[in-house]
T-cell receptor, first 112, second 114 residues
Framework: SQQGEEDPQALSIQEGENATMNCSYKTSINNLQWYRQNSGRGLVHLILIRSNEREKHSGRLRVTLDTSKKSSSLLITASRAADTASYFCATDAFSRAQKLVFGQGTRLTINP | KAGVTQTPRYLIKTRGQQVTLSCSPISGHRSVSWYQQTPGQGLQFLFEYFSETQRNKGNFPGRFSGRQFSNSRSEMNVSTLELGDSALYLC?????????????FGSGTRLTVV
């Protein structure tokens, strides 16, 4: 079963614009991660935010985490055609075993 | 850093057959986990191994099994294949110490059951 929901399911914007994707989850977490997937290939890790962090930046990526609302957002600034992909959030709960629970993903299309 | 290697990349099997997929983790990573990705169910956790022991298992039937070897390489096996087992199978290795911190996923094995 999926931990949470991602919103929107699909997003289409013009190159150069900013893209924002949201993720909600259901249970307490240790950290939340965002991944990118191109055309059904492997997942590429983008950024990890711990439960005691509220915001994190990496290049053109900005992630926020609101544990009181059990939600996170991923902002991609100045989008490029190469950013076209599916984006997934994944939560990692407090557990001895390593287990990620994924959202359904957002399909992002950047139009040139 | 060297990545996670999954073999084979593509596989076509017939219903009723069995299949074995392989995953070689990043050197030094002792945890390997497996995920199934389908259009209908999304990404779902199958199981996780650490030091040759299964620590966690997802909600999949007993036809899905796995193991981990002393060198941390892992295999997963699916017996009596069904059409619904067609999916992208991803493995990830993880470590929470050292330079290769976090999860790293392989490129996946695309299994088609006909």
């Amino acid at each position: 079963s999926q931990q949470g929901e991602e919103d929107p399911q699909a997003l289409s914007i013009q190159e150069g614009e900013n893209a924002t994707m949201n993720c909600s989850y259901k249970t307490s977490i240790n950290n939340l991660q965002w991944y990118r997937q191109n055309s059904g290939r492997g997942l590429v890790h983008l950024i990890l935010i711990r439960s005691n962090e509220r915001e994190k930046h990496s290049g053109r990526l900005r992630v926020t985490l609101d544990t009181s609302k059990k939600s996170s957002s991923l902002l991609i600034t100045a989008s490029r055609a190469a950013d076209t992909a599916s984006y997934f959030c994944a939560t990692d709960a407090f557990s001895r075993a390593q287990k990620l629970v994924f959202g359904q993903g957002t399909r992002l299309t950047i139009n040139p | 850093k060297a990545g996670v290697t999954q073999t084979p990349r593509y596989l076509i099997k017939t219903r009723g057959q069995q299949v074995t997929l392989s995953c070689s983790p990043i050197s030094g990573h002792r945890s390997v986990s497996w995920y199934q990705q389908t259009p209908g169910q999304g990404l779902q956790f199958l199981f996780e191994y650490f030091s040759e022991t299964q620590r966690n298992k997802g909600n999949f039937p007993g036809r899905f099994s796995g193991r981990q070897f002393s060198n941390s390489r892992s295999e997963m096996n699916v017996s009596t294949l069904e059409l619904g087992d067609s999916a992208l199978y991803l493995c990830a290795s993880s470590s929470w110490t050292g330079p290769n911190y976090g999860y790293t996923f392989g490129s996946g094995t695309r299994l088609t059951v006909v």
